[in-house]
């Protein structure tokens, strides 16, 4: 089987697993499909012969293929099992499709099609084989693609003169707070820098995340019979939604873009006595990072001077942080990964991810971790495509990745 025929056949494999993350489940993981899809890439791994193998019970998998160059500095490549919920099936079922030009149909049952002139992407791809899901669920390259390209680079690394170790870390539930990634043991992980290969389309490559924290607001109210309801009854939901309409609408995702931070209300959950409100917030800059908190905790206090009676609580914890800082002090995965880019003659293209990845993680614990594209387009939704010839480069990019950093 070549490369490319490998890419696809391991891609359908784990797309068939399913392993969306559960955000409500406090457990590590989150779900149960991630353990089955770690217990499978644990049994590949021993057949293609890596070193230190380990499946642990929270479906952490790390491994190593050891190298023939003991100088040349350890290289890490880590990729998450879950994907995400967005409210589509859980069930991916993964279908390959010549694009000729014109709108693909993804179902016609239910007549869904992924139309070009909705997503202009596709025109890089007319004339070529791409990966679609079925248009009732995500595709799921984010992140079976990293997945399928990491385990197909394993056996390509023996075509190489020499390479220095290379380990491998797969990871449950990145989708809902990178809580793999912060479970991580770095014993079994210790390697110089790592990359992740999450999202991104041709050519894509993050070096700058997002600052990012989630705030829970509980507003706890009082309940009462419409019978005695005037002057005693206060509604937790009218709090809830007083906080809201005092935030900008223009500084929400659905209004930003680029570099601009934001505040996104995630999740309200309300009863007669108490409504839980879930907000994130979202700022590349630390100074505004720590704006948007401060803005929080501000009209927390207005809405208790409108409401005295009221109790609210603000738990704010923070999910990651930006990578920029860790990559320009320690920029050799950079360096490394543009070199190989070069080489290949691959245009980069460095955005700043309005999101985090588990280098995120890795970054701020010692490990200087950027991200190249999968080489799939329109992540988290039912219209993600991943066109093969992509895919195929960034298996290339980790395998030149490999080798110069042996040359
Ligand atoms: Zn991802």
Request: net charge negative; with cysteine; hydrophobic share 45%.
């Amino acid at each position: 089987m070549d490369a490319r025929e490998e890419l696809i056949s391991r891609f359908f494999r784990y797309a068939a697993i399913e392993s969306q993350s559960n955000a409500h489940s406090p457990s590590l993981p989150s779900s149960p499909g991630q353990a089955v899809l770690a217990a499978l890439l644990a049994d590949e791994m021993h057949a293609l012969g890596l070193s230190n193998v380990i499946a642990d019970e929270n479906a952490i998998v790390t491994a190593v293929k050891r190298g023939t160059r003991p100088d040349a500095a350890p290289i890490g490549f880590i990729a998450h099992l879950d994907t995400v919920d967005v409210g589509l099936s859980p069930v991916v079922q993964p279908q390959l499709l010549r694009f000729e030009g014109s709108d693909l149909c993804l179902n016609r049952e239910e007549n869904i099609w992924l139309r070009v002139a909705e997503h202009p992407d596709l025109r890089a791809w007319v004339g070529e084989d791409i990966i679609v899901s079925d248009g009732t669920s995500v595709l799921g390259a984010d992140n079976k693609a990293a997945i399928a390209i990491i385990m197909t680079l394993i056996g390509q690394l023996d075509h190489l003169e020499g390479h220095g170790d290379v380990f491998i870390a797969f990871v449950p539930d990145e989708e809902i707070g990178l809580r793999g990634a912060k479970a991580l043991d770095l014993a079994r992980f210790p390697c110089a820098f790592a990359y992740t290969i999450d999202c991104c389309g041709l050519g894509e490559v993050v070096l700058e995340t997002f600052n990012a924290a989630s705030c829970e607001i509980v507003f706890k109210g009082i309940s009462a019979h419409p019978m005695s309801a005037k002057g005693n009854l206060l509604n937790p939901l009218l709090m809830a939604v007083d906080f809201i309409s005092q935030f900008d609408r223009d500084d929400m995702p659905e209004n930003t873009e680029g570099r601009e931070g934001f505040f996104w209300f995630k999740d309200l959950v309300a009863n007669d006595t108490e409504a839980a409100l879930t907000a994130l917030i979202r700022d590349f800059d630390d100074t505004g990072f720590d704006r948007r908190k401060a803005r929080v905790a501000e009209v927390v206090e207005l809405i208790a001077r409108r409401y005295p009676a009221a109790d609210i609580l603000n738990t704010v914890t923070d999910t990651y942080r930006n990578i920029i800082s860790h990559l320009a002090s320690d920029d050799r995965a950079a360096a490394l990964l543009f070199k190989a880019m070069d080489h290949l003659g691959i245009e980069k293209k460095i955005l700043p991810m309005r999101g985090g990845t588990d280098g995120a993680v890795l970054s701020a614990r010692g490990i200087p971790t950027p991200n190249f594209f999968t080489g799939a387009y329109n992540f988290h939704s039912r219209y993600e495509f991943l066109p093969i010839s992509a895919f195929e480069r960034s298996l290339r990019v980790a395998l030149m990745i490999c080798r110069l950093s042996a040359a």
